[in-house]
């Protein structure tokens, strides 16, 4: 199994990004896909996750109303569309996969199984 991730970029304080995770190997309606985030000097932190059996969808509080986890079967693509980007949310994103997610370990890196290379945001003021 490999995920893809892309999307990032540089932009400024309110514009907004979609990153993608492209998986292969494996189709995302069998597990879950999740996005992590890693700031400078912090340690990485949960951001998103998305069921594949249910479609339910998880979200970190920083980022409720704002961010917006999907996905694409077709594509097999799990998307995170970010609006409002705020300066704090600069980081290497990181997209992950799971089979053995419950809702209580949805942000938890340590379960997820597989994981894709990051991709850098910048948001600048």
């Known amino acids: 199994v490999q995920l893809q991730a892309s999307g990032g970029g540089l932009v400024q304080a309110g514009d907004s990004l979609r990153l993608s995770c492209a998986v292969s190997g494996r189709t995302i309606r069998s597990f879950t896909v999740g996005w992590f985030r890693q700031a400078p000097g912090k340690e990485r932190i949960f951001v998103a996750a998305?069921?594949?059996?249910?479609?339910?969808?998880y979200y970190e509080d920083s980022v409720k109303g704002r961010f917006t986890i999907s996905r694409d079967n077709a594509e097999n693509t799990v998307y995170l569309q970010m609006n409002s980007l705020k300066t704090e949310d600069t980081a290497i994103y990181y997209c992950a996969g799971g089979s053995r997610l419950i809702m209580s370990t949805m942000g938890n890196e340590n379960a997820y199984d597989y994981w894709g290379r990051g991709t850098q945001v910048t948001v600048s003021s």
């Open positions: 998305i069921r594949g059996s249910s479609s339910s969808t």
